[in-house]
C-alpha cells in the first residue's frame, strides 16, 4: 500500500509565507513525477506546480509563478511547496500527486493525499 501526507498548512497573514510538505510512503519502488494541486469551495481542482524525478524540469500555473517554489528531496520520497507574498485568492485545499512505481517491473500509478488547508487571511 502507498500513501501521500500532506503537512504544513494553516492560517497565515497576505504577504506571509508557508512551505508545504509531501511524503510517500509504503511499498514504494519509485517516485517519478510529483505535482501540486489546489482546490477552492465552489471551484474545481486546478494545477499549481509540477517538478520532474531529478529536479530538472519544473512547472508553475501563471497565477502562482514568481511566488511559489517545487523542490524535492529523493532520498525523503518528498516533495515541498515553498509558497512566499500569499494572498486571499490562495486560499484552498492543497493536494500532492505523484506517479509511483510498487516495483521494478510496474507501470506508475498515480496517488493522491488527503489535502491540507490554506487560509490566508487578516
Known amino acids: 500500500q502507498v500513501q501521500l501526507v500532506e503537512s504544513g498548512g494553516g492560517l497565515v497573514q497576505p504577504g506571509g509565507s508557508l512551505r508545504l510538505s509531501c511524503a510517500a510512503s509504503g511499498n514504494i519502488f519509485s517516485v517519478n513525477a510529483m505535482d501540486w494541486y489546489r482546490q477552492a469551495p465552489g471551484n474545481k481542482r486546478t494545477f499549481v506546480a509540477s517538478i520532474t524525478r531529478t529536479g530538472g524540469i519544473t512547472n508553475y500555473a501563471d497565477a502562482v509563478k514568481g511566488r511559489f517554489t517545487i523542490s524535492r528531496d529523493n532520498a525523503k520520497n518528498t516533495v515541498y511547496l515553498r509558497m512566499n507574498s500569499l494572498k486571499p485568492e490562495d486560499t484552498a485545499v492543497y493536494y500532492c500527486?505523484?506517479?509511483?512505481?510498487?516495483?521494478?517491473?510496474?507501470?506508475?500509478?498515480?496517488?493522491w493525499g488527503q489535502g491540507t488547508q490554506v487560509t490566508v487571511s487578516s
Open positions: 500527486n505523484a506517479k509511483i512505481r510498487d516495483g521494478p517491473l510496474a507501470y506508475e500509478t498515480a496517488y
